[in-house]
């Protein structure tokens, strides 16, 4: 199995149509009423706080494990049957979550950090892009995440190296 780049994901990002995905409200009286209590995360997006906080939780996960270097951190933020997926010589890689976490436990402790650039939200599903740094490498990561019972958890990594 190749050493990975550690980095952040996000599978697709889709375009909600909704005013809270996103968009801008128009005098709809159904749009304005999805935005009351929408509060703007990063810089652009709406969701409430209470979303925010569940998105933030799983993505706190991953960056915790990263500056433990502790798999079992992560997990805690991710779907079972998560994949992360990166470009390389032009070509896609998509691998099972566990390839994250092998690489988490095999080079130990990071400095690690990042800052939510984007966050969509429409009823249970999300799509997150941050921007992170893991010791010296930069990354744009986005993330596709589900609601499981009460938690947000992340089923889809993607990243770019920058």
Not at 36 to 57: P, R
Not at 121 to 138: D, L, P, T, Y
Request: charge should be negative; proline fraction near 1%.
């Amino acid at each position: 199995m190749k050493k990975l780049t550690i980095a952040s994901v996000s599978l697709l990002m889709l375009s909600m149509s909704a005013c809270c995905g996103g968009s801008k409200c128009d005098s709809n009286a159904k749009c304005d009423k999805e935005c009351e209590g929408a509060k703007e995360c990063g810089k652009a997006i709406a969701c409430s706080d209470e979303e925010l906080a569940g998105i933030e939780k799983a993505l706190g996960y991953y960056t915790e494990a990263a500056v433990k270097g502790d798999s079992k951190i992560a997990k805690q933020g991710f779907a079972l049957l998560a994949t992360m997926s990166y470009a390389e010589n032009d070509s896609l890689i998509t691998v099972p979550i566990q390839a994250l976490y092998d690489y988490y436990d095999q080079t130990g402790p990071h400095n690690a950090s990042y800052e939510i650039a984007d966050c969509s939200v429409a009823g249970n599903v999300a799509m997150v892009r941050i921007e992170s740094k893991f010791g010296e490498n930069e990354f744009s990561d986005m993330f596709t995440l589900v609601k499981d019972g009460a938690d947000w958890k992340i089923v889809s990594k993607v990243y770019h190296n920058k």
